[in-house]
């Protein structure tokens, strides 16, 4: 059980971190922004209440002190200025350690000292209305608790008590946060205070508060005779008690009458609701994975069965199948639907990227993301998280120039770094660009000749793909000083290896002194697609269906030349022209592509701006199918991006339009 608390505890504050860390960016550049002051109060309150329910004492402390810091900040009892900010976003870092800690089980060794010596020296700074020994702590413990309910026994016995004289103290004793034994500690203010008078209630009870049950305060309820000086001076003199507030009590009874006529106007008003409604649920990412290998499997049952009924002649069968067909697909789509996520599930936390590199460059940057609402592939967004860190920052690292040298080229001193997602024919685009001073030739130029990556012939027809190509090469760059997250190079190599085996593709744009972007494409999905089935020779191929613009049929005759390629006017544009099989190495056969008119079955493809005609023996139909990865020693072919079962149990391998391109 504790497990599965663990896995939802994970989940729901990996949430709440993510939020407070997108607001404290808000608050940083705009400090009276007061409803992302309160989002983050009420995050860090949360994660607070959650931690201390899993005994995360850790965790508890920090957010506790951090929770004080903010409600002091929202309240105005303390100005925000960037000090105060920078403390909080060390708490978040600190928190997220601590998180991930507790995700693989490991002994907490991260230090919060430091950290909370920090919001504690805020904290000891007091404001002239704020009563003398009363620590933001403690008044939020009497801020949330002055009246407390007593049972009938508890109210008759504290009745007994000041009918004989003695007063009933309402006591709050808050720890040290670096308390490491507190159970020992509130036994001692137990012990002592039994010495002072009778303990007639205390929250939680007595016996929590000996097996370290409860946060950092507690309350006690004391009937004395002793002054509450005498009271206060006791209690502190015990080590590592931080604060002590004695009160005078005041002590609320209901009766069960008022408890019946409460619950009976509620339930008059509302009618009794004892279960609520489940709206969501969490499932683990193990299982909707499995999920979707089972779905390509039936799938491929689908495929085969339809295939086996349509090769028999099977009519009773016909209708179930085309049933079950329409079925598995909406299942399909279903299914699909739940392993989408929007791409602001990564990118949210982009801005506190660009603000920390950004301080730690010295520079002043702005970002802009558009588009984070698009959904991808789980797997696809786990996959692009480092590409996009790398190239953000180095964007800013290597893009963007300092603020005094955007001023010599008449720019604005704040650089400026755009994400933009958008969704085209089954495709996602993510364009990460920059308004700084775009890559400079001559300096590619001069590190390539000298590395031997080039010649000096090559160097006059130097463009952004052949730029991007050598950027892109490990470990080049042109920046002269290396840091973690200097030079385009650093990562570059990386992040298009990563892109491309996703099925995707990177390109490159840049201008002197206006900037630079990266386009990355990548596939909807990595699991099921819509595909062409083709047949070349005697070999079947997919074609993805999102790069197909048009399956015609041409004569001979309407092939020309041009510069030694095959072309083809379609419609006033020349499209060239690929035969597969001399491509593929395909062995010929007595089938020929020409039909019995003689004329070529040609599958027009597309990528970006740029189309070319495929030379097929025979379009064969479109088909679902269900995207299997190659084996180690044939990922890398080029035109080939994976494989997939056909109906009759045969492999079929899916063509990589952009590699062919």
Do not use: W
């Not at 860390?21 to 009420?42: G, H, W």
């Not at 002055?146 to 009938?152: G, I, M, N, P, T």
């Not at 994975?289 to 491929?300: F, S, T, V």
């Not at 570059?492 to 995707?504: F, N, P, R, T």
């Amino acid at each position: 059980m504790q497990d599965s608390y663990k896995e939802l505890f994970l989940s729901e504050s990996q949430e709440y971190l993510g939020n407070i860390s997108k607001c404290l960016v808000k608050i940083e550049e705009n400090p009276a922004d007061s409803p992302s002051i309160n989002e983050i109060f009420r995050g860090i309150h949360t994660l607070k209440g959650m931690s201390a329910t899993m005994g995360y004492d850790k965790l508890t402390a920090l957010c506790h002190l951090a929770e004080d810091l903010l409600d002091e900040v929202r309240n105005k009892k303390r100005k925000l200025n960037s000090e105060i900010i920078d403390i909080l976003f060390a708490a978040v870092d600190i928190i997220g350690e601590l998180l991930e800690e507790i995700k693989v089980n490991k002994p907490s060794v991260v230090d919060i000292g430091e950290v909370t010596q920090r919001l504690k020296k805020f904290l000891l700074i007091k404001d002239k209305e704020v009563d003398e020994g009363l620590t933001a702590a403690a008044k939020s413990v009497l801020a949330s608790g002055d009246k407390f309910a007593f049972s009938e026994s508890e109210t008759k016995t504290v009745r007994q008590a000041q009918d004989k004289g003695f007063q009933v103290f309402k006591i709050v004793i808050t720890l040290n946060h670096d308390c490491v034994m507190k159970e020992a500690r509130a036994f001692l203010v137990i012990t002592n205070l039994r010495k002072l008078g009778e303990i007639l209630k205390s929250v939680p009870e007595v016996e929590n508060l000996k097996e370290g049950k409860f946060e950092f305060f507690f309350t006690v309820f004391l009937a004395s005779k002793e002054d509450q000086r005498i009271i206060r001076q006791e209690l502190l003199s015990i080590s590592e008690i931080e604060e002590v507030v004695v009160s005078s009590a005041e002590v609320q009874e209901k009766t069960a009458a008022e408890v019946k006529s409460t619950v009976q106007t509620a339930s008059a008003q509302a009618g009794p609701v004892y279960v609520k409604k489940i709206q969501s649920m969490r499932i683990p990412v193990e299982r909707l994975d499995k999920i979707m290998n089972l779905m390509g499997e039936l799938a491929i049952a689908k495929i085969r069965l339809a295939q086996t009924v349509q090769t028999y002649k099977i009519e009773p069968l016909e209708e179930v199948v085309f049933m079950l067909d329409r079925l598995i697909t909406t299942l399909q789509d279903e299914v699909m639907q739940t392993r989408l996520l929007p791409v602001a599930y990564i990118l949210d936390a982009f801005p506190r990227v660009v603000r920390d590199v950004a301080r730690k460059q010295n520079k002043e940057v702005d970002l802009e993301i558009l588009g984070s609402e698009i959904e991808l592939d789980r797997v696809v967004l786990d996959e692009i998280s480092d590409p996009l860190l790398h190239l953000v920052r180095n964007s800013i690292d290597h893009g963007l120039e300092t603020p005094e040298d955007r001023i010599k080229k008449k720019k604005s001193p704040r650089g400026k770094v755009t994400i933009q997602v958008s969704r085209q024919k089954g495709q996602i685009f993510i364009e990460v660009g920059d308004d700084g001073r775009g890559v400079d030739f001559q300096a590619v130029k001069k590190v390539a000749l000298a590395k031997g990556l080039i010649t000096e012939e090559e160097t006059k027809d130097l463009d952004e793909k052949r730029i991007l190509d050598l950027i892109a090469l490990p470990g080049f760059t042109t920046s002269a000083k290396i840091t973690d997250i200097s030079g385009r190079g650093v990562g570059l190599d990386v992040v298009k290896s990563k892109i491309e085996a996703l099925g995707g593709r990177v390109d490159f744009e840049t201008t002197k002194d206006v900037g630079s972007k990266f386009i990355l494409t990548l596939p909807l999905t990595l699991a099921i697609i819509k595909a062409m089935l083709v047949k070349v020779q005697e070999e079947i191929y997919a074609v993805p269906l999102m790069n197909i613009r048009e399956t015609i049929k041409i004569s001979k005759k309407e092939l020309k030349y041009l510069q030694n390629f095959e072309v083809i006017k379609v419609r006033d544009e020349v499209i060239p022209i690929i035969r597969l099989d001399k491509i593929l190495g395909v062995a010929s056969s007595k089938l020929k592509p020409e039909d019995g008119d003689g004329r070529l079955s040609l599958v027009i493809v597309e990528y970006g701006k740029k189309a070319m005609g495929l030379v097929v023996s025979q379009v064969l139909g479109e088909q679902d199918i269900a995207v299997k990865p190659l084996g180690a020693l044939v990922k890398r072919t080029k035109g080939i991006a994976g494989a997939t079962i056909l109906g009759d149990g045969r492999v079929a391998l899916i063509l990589d339009i952009m590699s062919l391109m």
